[in-house]
């Protein structure tokens, strides 16, 4: 049984250039979790060898899984995988895990000193809980990953306030 594909998408304007949102959202140490609620490490990062040493290099041989807590109660397990990378403008990325498919952000730049963020998210669930209810609970479950985003939001909101006072400071 094949879940229902899901077409996710979210933007975000934000108070940083590209380049200051790169920074944190494609650090290769993968720091959301110190910044996105909700979210946490679900193991160790992977690293493959042979790809170079640039960051753009270093996120391309990374996987990472993380564990996405909803307000629904469940939690999401996702590994991700850097399959394109263009500093500072566009990462696109393989979902594996709970989420099966494909995703992608775009940073733009903005009116001042601000970044428009796209993300994007081509997934299946492959719970066998969630690909059941997906006929009937697809809408809700579309609620959840919008309200998980705006928490995203949020931190990295937060995380940018607190990095350009920390360069402000320098």
């Known amino acids: ?24 959202i494609a650090d290769p140490e993968m720091s959301w979790p110190s910044w996105w609620p909700n979210c946490s490490f679900a193991g160790p990062l992977v690293r493959t060898t042979g ?22 109660g469940y939690t999401l397990t996702i590994t991700i995988h850097p399959t394109s990378v263009r500093a500072p403008a566009h990462i696109s990325f393989e979902a594996g895990g709970d989420l099966n ?6 940073l733009s730049p903005a009116i001042g000193n601000q970044t428009q963020m796209n993300i994007e998210w081509r997934v299946r669930p492959t719970k066998r809980w969630m690909m059941f209810l997906a006929p009937v609970a697809g809408q809700v479950f579309a609620a959840a990953h919008a309200q998980m985003m705006r928490q995203g939001e949020q931190g990295l909101r937060s995380a940018l306030e607190t990095s350009q006072s920390q360069d402000s400071r320098s």
């Open 101 to 106: 498919g494909t995703g992608g952000v775009r």
């Open 1 to 24: 049984m094949e879940g229902r594909f899901f077409n996710l998408n979210s933007s975000w304007l934000l108070n940083a250039t590209p380049t200051e949102t790169w920074a944190i």
């Open 51 to 72: 790809h170079g040493t640039s960051p753009d290099a270093v996120l391309l041989a990374t996987t990472t899984a993380l564990n996405f807590k909803a307000s629904l």
